[in-house]
């Protein structure tokens, strides 16, 4: 998994620098105002996963967030905030694809 640098938003404007989404996921840091932009440039719709770690109060794993992303089209999935990162490893939250062809991302704060 590649880690993606978070770009800032600046109020004289920020150019946003999209990478290539790794096909074993990326990982991005947490935060209430931190935000994934997926652009599916793909001819066939795709899902992005973010991990929910942990479990419930019952036990069993918390549901992960999935969204789906059309052809052609760009989605802003966020935020992403400090309780979705994974305390046990690196305190990033994982980020997985079911398809990378032609599929751009960035790590945006707002």
């Known amino acids: 998994m590649a880690t993606l640098t978070t ?16 096909g074993g996921g990326d990982k991005v840091d947490a935060g209430d105002h931190t935000a994934l932009l997926v652009t599916n440039g793909g001819g066939s719709s795709i ?3 973010v991990a929910v770690p942990g479990n419930t109060k019952y036990g069993a794993a918390e549901p992960d967030i999935v969204v789906a992303v059309a ?6 999935i966020g935020p992403l905030p400090t309780d979705l990162e994974d ?3 690196d305190r990033l939250v994982a980020v997985t694809y079911s398809g990378v062809t032609s599929v751009t991302v960035a790590a945006i704060e707002i």
Do not use: D, E, P, R
């Open 47 to 49: 899902n992005v996963t």
């Open 87 to 89: 305390t046990t490893t």
């Open 7 to 22: 770009q800032k938003a600046k109020t004289t404007g920020q150019a946003i620098t999209m990478a290539a989404a790794s």
């Open 71 to 76: 052809a052609g089209a760009t989605k802003l």
